[in-house]
Nanobody, 123 residues
Framework: VQLQAFGGGLVQAGGSLRLSCTAS????????LGWFRQAPGTEREFVSA????????QYADSVKGRFTISRDNAKNAVYLQMDSLNTEDSAVYYC?????????????????WGKGTLVTVSS
């Protein structure tokens, strides 16, 4: 089972990026999917999560109103649209699949992780 996140890159403050994450080896249509991030020297932190059918979404306070999570179960994929980026959003972003269908902000709830994609926001 593999999750692969991509779409990171270098962007100026105020800009946008769209991260994608696809899964192979099994389907996750009945699992919550989430995004976490980790900046150098910091703990991995929750960014956003979406439940199995997209009907429930959670966001960290720091990204509310700027980031939008979505999923496409037919493609076994989850996305993170990031707008109005600022330098504090710079981090490696990881996608993850949860143990159940509901969302959680707890990283221990997620048992499949992608390798991450680097987002760098310049001022």
């Amino acid at each position: 089972v593999q999750l692969q996140a991509f779409g990171g890159g270098l962007v100026q403050a105020g800009g946008s990026l769209r991260l994608s994450c696809t899964a192979s080896g099994r389907t996750f249509w009945n699992n919550a999917l989430g995004w976490f991030r980790q900046a150098p020297g910091t703990e991995r932190e929750f960014v956003s999560a979406i439940n199995w059918n997209g009907g429930s979404k959670q966001y960290a306070d720091s990204v509310k109103g700027r980031f939008t999570i979505s999923r496409d179960n037919a493609k076994n994929a989850v996305y993170l649209q990031m707008d109005s980026l600022n330098t504090e959003d710079s981090a490696v972003y990881y996608c993850a699949a949860g143990r159940g269908a509901s969302t959680s902000q707890n990283s221990n709830y997620y048992n499949y992780w992608g390798k991450g994609t680097l987002v760098t926001v310049s001022s």
